[in-house]
């Protein structure tokens, strides 16, 4: 049985990759649409799939022939569709902080370091490998700073970002960790950030949301 949602999205995008999390976390199943950022050009740029994301961006979430783009709004609507497990606190306050924990991430860190700025940065003005790096973890580092604080010592972080339960917030860290990772930022100045990743992985919905779990990660 085909299942109603299809996720079209990239090993290693950030942003499908919190798609997946949520995914997950709810049980949902669903099929899996690779769409290569990289190869001939970018298979985002392709007439057909522009025609579902104008903005020729991962992820995009078909629901029974609905298209659904932008990761929060994809995980806002996977929480009113599919309530439970909910994956935004119960409370307005607690809303409003999840929501925020998240958008630090997905609206603030994240974008600077997206493939199409590196490929501007490199294309326009010229940065090599070694550059996009350094333009990488400035800003890794300057969000994980900020990110940090917020978490560190607050009464309502518990065992994650809010709560002794997944959000939406952890379902952004955990893709903004990797990526920490990836580009080699050092993360002993962020301890509350490193205990919630590590509270995070031991689920299994989020290890087999992981970029290397994924069906078009290239093979080691």
């Known amino acids: 049985m085909t299942p109603d949602l299809v996720l079209y999205g990239y090993w290693r995008s950030s942003a499908a990759y ?32 522009q025609a579902l994301n104008p903005q020729a961006l991962v992820p995009c979430l078909v629901d029974q022939g609905q298209v659904f783009t932008q990761s929060l709004a994809i995980i806002e609507y996977l929480d009113e569709t599919r309530p439970t497990p909910p994956l935004l ?31 501007h940065l490199a294309s326009q003005f010229g940065a090599d490998e ?3 790096g350094v333009w990488s973890r400035h800003w890794i580092s300057e969000g994980l700073r900020a990110l940090e604080a917020m978490l560190a010592g607050h009464v309502a ?8 339960t997944p959000t939406i917030a952890d379902a952004c860290l ?3 960790v990797y990526n920490a990772v ?16 590590e509270a995070c992985e031991g689920l299994a919905a989020f290890r087999l ?12």
């Open 209 to 220: 949301a992981a970029p290397e779990a994924q069906p078009d990660a290239p093979v080691a």
């Open 18 to 49: 919190r798609v997946r999390i949520a995914l997950n976390l709810k049980g949902l199943a669903y099929e899996t649409q690779p769409v290569h950022l990289v190869r001939d050009g970018g298979e985002q740029h392709a007439p057909e799939f």
């Open 130 to 132: 070694a550059a996009k």
């Open 157 to 164: 972080t518990g065992r994650f970002c809010h709560g002794d």
């Open 174 to 176: 955990v893709p903004q």
């Open 89 to 119: 606190p119960a409370d307005p306050a607690g809303r409003a902080r999840a929501r925020a924990l998240a958008q630090v991430v997905a609206c603030d860190l994240h974008p600077l370091g997206n493939l199409r700025v590196l490929q």
């Open 182 to 197: 990836r580009w080699k930022v050092p993360l002993d100045e962020y301890p509350t950030i490193r205990r919630i990743h």
